[in-house]
Each structure stands twice: as structure tokens, then as C-alpha cells.
């Protein structure tokens, strides 16, 4: 039965998603122009460190944005439905993984436009696109539950970004940390303890995130 | 009625201020006489983490009991704990300019996880005046409390591990641990510790009394 909730749950998500297709471009339009926009502002990027901030500060708010609407769709009869129909722990998980995959795709498409227009510094691509994967499911956690804060907090926009940049913080600080790492091409004995960190950092932000949903579902 | 820990806390931090002043310490290469901010500067912020915990440790009962007086005193703990990182900054900006030579540096991981505890903070209290019903309020803003309080703590104790710090004790400065052992100092740090957690808990009961007596003055 619960597994059957999940993959049903999750349908929802792709289904909602696909057909709303203009939502999905719209969010492909958001990355192009904000590459665009630092590709032209920056004209030629030299430093790796510049690189580095540049692309985790687009990625941070492309995520923001994307995972802010989440739950916004979730109106107070759609709530309803939801709380009696489904169980709570079921419908977080199916909302964070649908973020993961998104998140997941997003962040390669940033990476895809960032280095076609600003040009590619990574030295090791193999610890660039782990970093970017775990760093990408840990937001989707994060942000997954900040979207539901922000949604019972009459669904500001603002209220949004302001709640999830501090939390974010450590996330982004290993993100960062790792990723210059494989730009300079360093060894991968050196970054294994940020990589430890960040795989922990992904399951205990899924498992608070859980725990805590039960507590935000009761209306 | 003053309880008896109160006045204790009191002799306890005015005892620190005297003897933290003339009690004989450890002349350290750099440190020097700045040593002695270890009496205030590291007690400050052992209360206010204290506070933040018990603000969340509030929190966690109040999502299990809905009880809005837990809620009062989550929020008003919070107050507090916001309140003691303004003199630990201050405390902690001025002898990092003696022994740094600079009032702030983006190098070191706790300087930047102490910004980020307040900001969490803010969007706290931010989030708390956003929304209007009371039993609401009190159930969004303890989740999100106990969710940043376990993000803050990875910043603040785990992350610093990773990389060297500016402070003493990382990266081969001068460490807190070389002159624990300096029985002196531990005559003055312990106490002080105890002084200002219970300094901050005589703060957060005033605040808290306060605030249930506005609250009683609102519904009549």
C-alpha cells in the first residue's frame, strides 16, 4: 500500500509537471538568461575562484527559485485532499525526490550553459559532477522543506529566500569547497572528508526534514 | 522574590571582572595579555549556545504538546541568544584586532557561522511575525527553529574541524588546551561560564514573566 502511495504520489508530480510544460521552459529560460547575463557582465572569467562563486551563487538561486513553487500549488482544498488521503512521511519523500531528479537535471543544465558560455575551468570532471549531484539532492532536502514553511507562512516569495540562504549556508560552504577542489585538480584523498560530510549532511537533512513535515501537515 | 542563583550569578561575573583582570596568566607569543578574553569572550558565547539550545529544546516540546506557553518561552530564549552574540562580536572583534590586526575576517569558519546564527535567527523571528495564528505560528516556527538549530551546528562545531581556524587551538595558534592546564585560568573560566549561563537564564526569566504578563494585559 505505501509503496503504491509513493510511486502514485510521484506520477503526480511528473504528470503535474509535464503538463504545465511552460513552467518547466520557463525555468530552462531563467538558467539561459542568468548565464547569459554573468557571461556578458564578466566578459572572460580567469580566476578559478571567481568561477567557483559565480556558478554556486547562479546554481543557489536557480534552486531558490525552482523549488519555491513546490508547494505553492498546494491550495487549501488540494491540502485537504492530501492530508486525508495520503500519508504525510510518503508525500515529503515523493516531493524530495522529484526535487532530487529535478535539481539533479538543473544543476547539469547550469553547468552545461555556465561552461559553453563563461568556459570550463574543471580539471577533474569525475568530483565537479559528484559534488554537484550530492550537493544538488542535499538543497532539494533543504529547500524541499523550506518551500513548505514558506507555503503555510502565506506563500511569500521573499519569506522563501530569506528562511533557506542561512540554512543553506553549510551546504554551500562544502559544495564550494569540493568544487574548487576539482577545479584544481587536487587529489581525491583530500577531499574525502568533505565528501563524507556532505553524504551526511544529505541524509540527516532528509531524515529532519521527514520527521519535522509530520508537524507541518496538521492544519 | 530574587532566587538564590540570581544573586550568585551576579558574584559569580563580578568576581570574574576582579580577579579575570589581576590574576596572573601565561604570557603566550602573540596573545599576550589578550588571553584574558577568554573569560569573557568564550563564556558569552557558551551562553548564548546555551540559549539556543534551550529555545529549541522548547520547541521540540511544544511541537509535541501544542502548549503556547512553550512556544513563548522557545521565542523568548531565542531573544536572548541573539542578544548574547552581540557582545561575544564585540568581545571577539576587539581582540581580533590586537592579535589579528583586523575587526573581522572572512577566512575564519566561526566568525562565518556566528553571521549565519543570526541571520537564522532573523529569518526566525521574521517568519514568526509573518504569520498570524497563534497555534500555527507556534508549530511552523518550532520546525523551522529545530531545523536551523541542526544546520547551525554543523556550521559552527563541524565544519571549523575541516579547515584550519584563526583560533586559538586550530591551526597551530596557541591553544585553549595549552593553558587549561593552567590551574589560574581554570579558577577564573569555569566560574565564568557558570556566571553568564546563569546571567543569560536570569535574562530569559524576566523576558519570559514579561512577556506572559503583556500577554494577560492583551486578552483583558
Known sequence: ?219 | MIKWWKILSALIILYTLVWGMLNPVPHLDILNETIRNVYFHVPIWFAMIFQMGLSVVYAIRQLNKNDLQLDLKSNQAAQVGLFFSFPGLLTGSMWAKFTWGTWWTFQDPKLNGVAIAILIYLAYFILRSSIDDELKRARISSVYNIFAFVMMFVFIMILPRLTDSLHPGNGGNPAFGKYDLDSNMRMVFYPAVIGWILLSLWILDIKTRLAQLTQKYDEA
Open chain 1, 1 to 219: 500500500m505505501s509503496k503504491q502511495q509513493l510511486t502514485q504520489l510521484l506520477k503526480k508530480e511528473f504528470l503535474l509537471e509535464f503538463r504545465q510544460k511552460s513552467t518547466l521552459a520557463g525555468i530552462a529560460v531563467y538558467i539561459v538568461s542568468t548565464v547569459f547575463i554573468s557571461a556578458l557582465s564578466f566578459k572572460k572569467i580567469i580566476q578559478p575562484t571567481v568561477w567557483n562563486s559565480l556558478f554556486w551563487t547562479i546554481f543557489l538561486f536557480i534552486a531558490v527559485n525552482v523549488s519555491s513553487k513546490s508547494f505553492m500549488q498546494e491550495t487549501k482544498g488540494k491540502g485537504l485532499f492530501n492530508y486525508l488521503y495520503y500519508n504525510p512521511r510518503q508525500f515529503i519523500i515523493s516531493k524530495i525526490m522529484y526535487n532530487m531528479l529535478l535539481m539533479a537535471v538543473l544543476s547539469l543544465l547550469t553547468f552545461f550553459f555556465y561552461s559553453w558560455f563563461v568556459g570550463s575551468m574543471v580539471q577533474d570532471m569525475g568530483m565537479f559532477l559528484l559534488a554537484l549531484l550530492f550537493s544538488s539532492t542535499a538543497f532539494s532536502g533543504v529547500l524541499s522543506l523550506m518551500s513548505a514553511i514558506a507555503s503555510k507562512a502565506n506563500n511569500n516569495m521573499s519569506l522563501m529566500a530569506i528562511l533557506s540562504f542561512p540554512v543553506l549556508m553549510p551546504l554551500l560552504m562544502v559544495s564550494v569547497k569540493l568544487s574548487k577542489h576539482a577545479i584544481d585538480g587536487l587529489a581525491w584523498s583530500v577531499s574525502y572528508n568533505y565528501l563524507l560530510i556532505l553524504v551526511m549532511l544529505n541524509f540527516v537533512v532528509i531524515a529532519l526534514a521527514t520527521i519535522l513535515f509530520n508537524y507541518l501537515w496538521r492544519e
